[in-house]
T-cell receptor
Framework: DAGVIQSPRHEVTEMGQEVTLRCKPI?????LFWYRQTMMRGLELLIY????????DSGMPEDRFSAKMPNASFSTLKIQPSEPRDSAVYFC????????????FGDGTRLSIL | GENVEQHPSTLSVQEGDSAVIKCTYS??????FPWYKQELGKRPQLIID?????GEKKDQRIAVTLNKTAKHFSLHITETQPEDSAVYFC????????????FGTGTSLTVIP
């Protein structure tokens, strides 16, 4: 089992640039989550997909953030335009169906906006 | 997480001593509680979980206890070692979602050699 795969692992870019983060969930998992982690706010849920459909995007900070899941094995989180306050570690997690199934996290993308 | 409270926020113990981290939740229908360990610069990793039909679960030096009446669950680490130093998160299901979790704010555990 390869686990949840995220890319890139690190991203450094200048403010105003578009940033795209990628995630491949564990095969067979039907739920996918995007989180942002900072020292100040801890682990925040940004958006959650079930069967490729966005279910809850109430955590998305603003219109600069968007997420897609075109198929069961791929999701993207895009920030356009990026701002320094977007600097954080972004985690993707996936979960299988049923009670008692935990979320499994990817290794995260450490994003720095200069 | 607004429906999960975690205490303490920081904890220092001497190597070999025990560490206990406690979380409380508000939804009495919650039925599954995972615990995650996050080492510095790494991802949160599931270390143990418990379902609501049992009161305790052990895995070597780690145990989780659940008190459904009081709506709290605790992580117990015995014979702590320096490699146990990390941030630990509890989680509980978000009501009426089926898939989402509320995460605790984390406990930074330091094991002093």
């Amino acid at each position: 089992d390869a686990g949840v795969i995220q890319s890139p692992r690190h991203e450094v870019t200048e403010m105003g640039q578009e940033v795209t983060l990628r995630c491949k969930p564990i095969s067979g998992h039907n739920s996918l989550f995007w989180y942002r982690q900072t020292m100040m706010r801890g682990l925040e849920l940004l958006i959650y997909f079930n069967n490729n459909v966005p279910i809850d995007d109430s955590g998305m900070p603003e219109d600069r953030f968007s997420a897609k899941m075109p198929n069961a094995s791929f999701s993207t989180l895009k920030i356009q335009p990026s701002e320094p306050r977007d600097s954080a570690v972004y985690f993707c997690a996936s979960r299988g169906q049923g009670i008692g199934q935990p979320q499994h996290f990817g290794d995260g993308t450490r994003l720095s906006i200069l | 997480g607004e429906n999960v409270e975690q205490h303490p926020s920081t904890l220092s113990v001497q190597e070999g001593d025990s560490a206990v981290i406690k979380c409380t939740y508000s939804d009495s229908a919650s039925n599954y509680f995972p615990w995650y360990k996050q080492e510095l610069g790494k991802r949160p990793q599931l270390i143990i979980d418990i379902r609501s039909n049992v009161g305790e679960k052990k895995d070597q030096r780690i145990a989780v206890t659940l008190n459904k009446t009081a709506k709290h669950f605790s992580l117990h680490i015995t014979e702590t070692q320096p490699e146990d130093s990390a941030v630990y998160f509890c989680a509980a299901p978000k009501p009426n979602t089926g898939n989402q979790f509320y995460f605790g704010t984390g406990t930074s555990l330091t094991v002093i050699p």
